[in-house]
């Protein structure tokens, strides 16, 4: 049975930073891609990031225009993957989801997933 777990959800302040983490469990293989997406009150779930590995430790990114320079995705060897956020603003807070994707291409679209996380909080007030 495939498991996503996240943590290091919390508050913080606007222009604070803060790192989410992913651990996947029981998958065999490695999937295609690993993405952090996000879902607001009222909002639908968004993609913030995804890494896509080509088999060869080479990685292509992905991310959404509104993280861009702030966000940084990684990926190590056992495909627990991080979400590194800096410069955080109060619009950045929602539900972070990690979820995996068995194909080699990523997506923007959460259907586009076959495993997901339970998610973690981030809030950014003041």
């Known amino acids: 049975q495939v498991r996503l777990m996240e943590s290091g959800g919390r508050s913080v302040q606007p222009g604070g930073s803060l790192i989410v983490s992913c651990v996947i469990n029981?998958?065999?293989?490695?999937?295609?891609?690993m993405g952090w997406f996000r879902q607001a009150p009222g909002k639908e779930r968004e993609e913030v990031a995804t890494?896509?590995?080509?088999?060869?430790?080479?990685?292509?990114y992905d991310y959404n225009n509104s993280v861009k320079g702030r966000f940084f995705i990684s990926r190590d060897n056992d495909d627990n993957t991080y979400l590194t956020m800096n410069d955080l603003k109060p619009d950045d807070t929602a539900i972070y989801y990690c979820?995996?994707?068995?194909?080699?291409?990523?997506?923007?679209?959460?259907?586009?997933?076959?495993?997901w996380g339970q998610g973690t909080q981030v809030t950014v007030s003041s």
């Open positions: 979820a995996a994707r068995v194909d080699r291409a990523c997506s923007r679209y959460p259907r586009d997933f076959h495993y």
């Open positions: 890494a896509l590995t080509s088999g060869d430790g080479t990685y292509f």
């Open positions: 029981g998958y065999s293989g490695s999937p295609g891609c």
